[in-house]
């Protein structure tokens, strides 16, 4: 299986971890969205998409990315994405990209979402929230939810 995980982590560098450890289960590379031309991702798999979450919403640059891939892409895809606060089941912030990746042709096979140190302001008067995250079991959890993509079945992450 070839597969690439598309990631934009600006902030602290915790999707990117995440982004790191599926990498290594996946044997897929890391690239941030200006690395890789979407033409390309038609020769994986696997797609993985996924940033931190600013406002509920997916970093800027990997919505741009998506929005400009060609319509009619074909292959498995999953979103991954770290956040400060978690993801609510009446209003997910994965559900946006994931009925955009869907509209492009891609078969959205999971999701994962973990906390993540987030210094977004009110959080930055306070010196910021879940410092010491993404932690083991986060990265453990992403480790697992790669392992899942691997075998061929839906992940769904916490």
């Not at 982590?9 to 290594?24: K, L």
């Not at 919403?57 to 929005?67: C, I, K, M, P």
Request: with cysteine; aromatic share 8%; glycine share 12%.
């Amino acid at each position: 299986m070839k597969a690439v995980l598309v990631c934009a982590s600006v902030s602290h560098g915790n999707t990117r971890r995440i982004a790191e450890v599926m990498g290594r289960v996946l044997a897929a590379r890391v690239v941030e969205p200006e690395q890789i031309d979407p033409a390309e991702l038609a020769d994986h798999d696997l797609v993985g998409f996924g940033s931190g979450i600013f406002t509920g919403q997916f970093h800027t640059r990997l919505r741009d990315f998506v929005r400009s891939l060609p319509e009619g892409q074909r292959g498995r895809a999953f979103v991954f994405a770290t956040s400060g606060l978690p993801e609510l089941r009446i209003r997910p912030f994965t559900r946006p990209l994931v009925r955009q990746l869907q509209g492009k042709g891609f078969e959205v096979t999971g999701t994962f979402s973990c906390r993540a140190y987030d210094t977004w302001l009110p959080f930055k008067l306070v010196g910021g929230i879940n410092k010491a995250r993404p932690d083991g079991s986060d990265l453990a959890a992403a480790r697992a939810f790669a392992e899942r993509l691997r075998a061929g079945g839906a992940g769904q992450g916490e």
